[in-house]
């Protein structure tokens, strides 16, 4: 491997800290692929001197089934709105990600007062499969990703057969499913330096800063009191 050059992608604004990264994972299985394939992804952000958290799912309501002053809820919040980027894992079941998994990104809002969480912030995706390849997942992910306005990093990994990849030790065995994920973490890693203090530009809408006629008219034509 080699390291990412931080000089090199991170732009005059960088705020010179390591890269934050959250990762998240979508199943509650005492030996849970997805979180083994995130596990794996976080040593390898470490050793890209990244700063990282993992958001543990078990005990998070339903979405709406709780306050948002639950605190599972609040801890994901603080993740969200904490990091720079993320990377989501998932199972797929029957065909999708899991409800676990979609059950996160629901409890993650698309604006917290004036701040919206996850709004130019970098995004890599993967999954895991009980079968053959499949891309459904991070297909999903996507389109959830571009919902949330990330910067979803082209790259992505589906790891086939999972249960085959994982030694005794719960350590991913050396194979091209194993490169794969080697090569979304460092893309991840160089988006998040390109991306990270250039994200409010970047990010920044014209229908966003047009005001609309009639607001303009109450704005200007507002009665003395």
Avoid at 16 to 32: A, D, E, K, T, V
Avoid at 126 to 141: E, I, K, L, P, Y
Avoid at 142 to 159: D, F, H, K, Y
Wanted: proline residues 7%; glycine residues 6%.
């Amino acid at each position: 491997m080699q390291p990412v050059d931080a000089d090199y992608y991170a732009g005059a604004d960088d705020p010179g800290h390591p890269p934050r990264i959250l990762l998240l994972y979508g199943s509650l299985r005492p030996r849970s692929f997805s979180k083994l394939v995130a596990l794996e992804a976080e040593r390898l952000l470490k050793w890209h001197g990244c700063e990282t958290r993992m958001f543990d799912p078990r005990g998070l309501p339903l979405p709406d089934s709780e306050d948002i002053d639950h605190p599972k809820v609040q801890e994901l919040r603080e993740l969200a709105a904490w990091s720079e980027g993320m990377v989501w894992v998932s199972p797929e079941r029957h065909g999708a990600m899991t409800g676990i998994m979609k059950a996160q990104i629901d409890w993650i809002p698309l604006a917290l007062g004036a701040v919206r969480p996850t709004q130019g912030k970098t995004l890599a995706v993967m999954q895991v499969c009980g079968g053959s390849q499949s891309f459904n997942t991070v297909n999903q992910m996507r389109v959830l990703g571009r919902w949330m306005r990330m910067v979803t990093i082209p790259n992505q990994s589906s790891v086939a057969k999972a249960f085959l990849e994982f030694d005794d030790n719960d350590r991913m065995k050396p194979s091209a499913y194993y490169n794969r994920i080697v090569d979304v973490i460092e893309e991840l890693v160089k988006f998040t330096y390109l991306v990270r203090g250039r994200a409010g530009p970047l990010v920044d809408r014209y229908s966003e800063r047009v005001e609309s006629a009639e607001a303009l008219s109450k704005r200007v034509n507002q009665r003395s009191l």
